[in-house]
């Protein structure tokens, strides 16, 4: 059977899951029966993640890559998303301090030389010196982050099944007759439009195993009219959960206007996984980006439906 693979997350692009208790979601896993549950629990709704804010007079944590462009060239440290090409090309920040390429596994090509391993460099970061600023080590680099460093990717990628049995009112479709042909994928294309552009309450969607396609609704969506919109164009193995999330619109809408605020050093603005929340990576995450990120995405979300990363950490005591 062939599946739509596009449809993967088709909330707002990214990157980018959180702590957070919330009470169980209700789901509508089929006509029949509005409690039909996958035998493994459902992920649960997660809150917003603020991360400690940076104070810059003090010893920070950046990891990323030593990069030299030519041997004129002071050697930088690259850090954040970077673009897939070889050999590779980045800015960052001039590195001062004790360095040399001899403690590395290094790459050379056109003049560049550039690791591709990870490390962390512990030090000073001043971001308006020079054109991209400047990081002075006060330790060697390290290719272990120090004590309290936050690894954790906060981005939700649980892509189970929100119901048991996703074809129970639709138990007489051909599901692998159904994607044949060259209209194969029509009803899974009328279903992404449906999705984006008609559907009420509509927050985001996945696609777990088997081709079941998950849609998760806003709290108080009617699942009944969502389930009957839904099969109008779409007759596939099909889930469809209620959750305290916001809406695609509103997602789409924050993402815009903070996308927008060309004030703000951030590496990427979105949403994805299979939780609705704004995703925003910063480069340094102080009181005052915080606090412009929380105050222009609020005509449309709330502070705990935001996830907030700063590439740059605090040196942990």
Excluded at 121 to 148: C, K, S, V
Aim: aromatic content about 6%.
């Amino acid at each position: 059977m062939r599946t739509a693979a596009a449809l993967v997350g088709i909330g707002s692009a990214l990157f980018l899951a959180a702590c957070g208790n919330q009470p169980a979601p209700t789901g509508d896993g089929s006509a029949v029966t509005e409690t039909a549950r996958n035998t493994s629990p459902a992920p649960q709704a997660a809150t917003g993640h603020e991360p400690e804010i940076v104070d810059l007079s003090n010893e920070i944590v950046l990891a990323g890559s030593p990069y030299q462009r030519s041997v004129q060239d002071p050697v930088v440290l690259c850090f954040g998303p970077q673009t897939a090409i070889y050999p590779p090309d980045c800015v960052g920040p001039e590195l001062k301090g004790a360095f040399s390429w001899a403690d590395h596994d290094v790459q050379q090509e056109n003049g560049i030389t550039w690791t591709d391993d990870t490390v962390y460099a512990i030090g000073h970061y001043a971001p308006e010196a020079g054109e991209q600023g400047t990081f002075t080590l006060t330790r060697p680099l390290d290719p272990e982050p120090p004590p309290g460093y936050d690894t954790t990717d906060w981005l939700d990628t649980d892509f189970s099944a929100l119901c048991k049995d996703p074809t129970a009112d639709v138990a007489g479709v051909d599901q692998a007759g159904r994607t044949q042909g060259p209209a194969g994928m029509d009803e899974e294309q009328a279903l992404l439009t449906l999705l984006r552009q008609d559907l009420a309450g509509y927050a985001t969607s996945w696609l777990s195993d088997g081709g079941v396609m998950n849609v998760l609704l806003t709290e108080g969506t009617d699942l009944g009219a969502s389930r009957a919109a839904i099969r109008d164009v779409y007759t596939g193995p099909l889930c469809l959960e209620n959750r305290n999330v916001p809406s695609d619109q509103d997602l789409r809408a924050a993402q815009d206007a903070v996308a927008d605020r060309s004030d703000l050093r951030f590496h990427s603005v979105g949403s994805g996984g299979t939780d609705a929340r704004l995703y925003v990576e910063v480069v340094v995450a102080d009181q005052a980006t915080v606090d412009a990120i929380y105050e222009t995405a609020a005509p449309w979300l709330a502070p705990d439906q935001i996830v907030i990363v700063s590439a740059v950490q605090a040196l942990q005591p």
